[in-house]
Nanobody
Framework: VQLQASGGGLVQTGGSLRLSCAAS????????MGWFREPPGKEREFVAA????????YLAESVKGRFTISRDNAKGTVSLQLNSLQPEDTALYFC?????????????????WGQGTLVTVSS
């Protein structure tokens, strides 16, 4: 599976963005997908995950109620809707393909990573 993330940009506090990740290759629909982010000067952290069918999602506490993850297996895409953005959401956002069908927040449970898309939230 190869991943291509897009949709990042500059937005004001309180604004919204929609990130997309296009996956090419077979068996995309068999595995979980996740989003992680790397804030400036900090380590990469978990943001959201979705299981193979889209029936289960898992969000970090810091983004619950503001971010939504979804997937379209027919199109081979996974999306992350970012609402009520705050300056602390500024980061390089990565999509990742899991090695299992169920959701996980562990980086070691993902073995394919996109190149990252930058989200900058101005105050």
């Amino acid at each position: 599976v190869q991943l291509q993330a897009s949709g990042g940009g500059l937005v004001q506090t309180g604004g919204s963005l929609r990130l997309s990740c296009a996956a090419s290759g077979p068996i995309f629909s068999s595995y979980s997908m996740g989003w992680f982010r790397e804030p400036p000067g900090k380590e990469r952290e978990f943001v959201a995950a979705i299981n193979w069918s889209g029936s289960h999602t898992y969000l970090a506490e810091s983004v619950k109620g503001r971010f939504t993850i979804s997937r379209d297996n027919a199109k081979g895409t996974v999306s992350l809707q970012l609402n009520s953005l705050q300056p602390e959401d500024t980061a390089l956002y990565f999509c990742a393909a899991g090695i299992y069908s169920y959701v996980s927040r562990r980086e070691n449970d993902y073995n394919r990573w996109g190149q990252g898309t930058l989200v900058t939230v101005s105050s």
